[in-house]
């Protein structure tokens, strides 16, 4: 395997991801940010999280997949979320879990960051996904 996670002794724990990628390989795969529109550029579950994560997550698997790679071969995530609140964290957790097992996500997850800001690529959008992957 090209990717290992880890989380070092004396690290922040528990949360719902590793701390650290170690990656080998030559092929860097890169998946802009993604958001909720379908194939069409149609808003996808306007207004809800949770919704929009998920579609995020499923169109970066099928980035990933463009370029040969899945989840597995993820060395980190951004996560990009309008309006942060922590009130807001179920919501994205749920966002996560509903697409765990369908995109085989690893669990913990791959080193990660959740970015509060003020706005997105529209009005509607609530939350931005993007990968970074490494395949040997």
């Given at each position: ?29 890169h ?73 085989a ?31 040997d």
């Amino acid at each position: 395997m090209s990717v290992q996670l880890l989380t070092p002794e004396g690290m922040f724990q528990p949360v719902p991801y590793h701390h650290v990628a170690a990656a080998t390989g030559s092929r860097h795969i890169h998946v802009a940010g993604q958001i909720a529109r379908d194939a069409d550029g149609r808003p996808v579950a306007p207004g809800d999280l949770r919704g929009q994560l998920a579609h995020a997550m499923r169109s970066t698997a099928r980035g990933l997949a463009g370029a040969g790679a899945t989840f597995s071969d993820v060395v980190r995530l951004r996560f990009f979320v309008t309006g942060w609140q922590p009130e807001k964290y179920a919501d994205f957790v749920a966002g996560i879990e509903d697409v765990t097992e369908e995109l085989a996500l690893p669990t913990p997850l791959p080193p990660l960051s959740a970015i509060g800001v003020d706005y997105l690529f529209e009005p509607d959008v609530l939350v931005e996904v993007e990968a970074y992957a490494v395949l040997d």
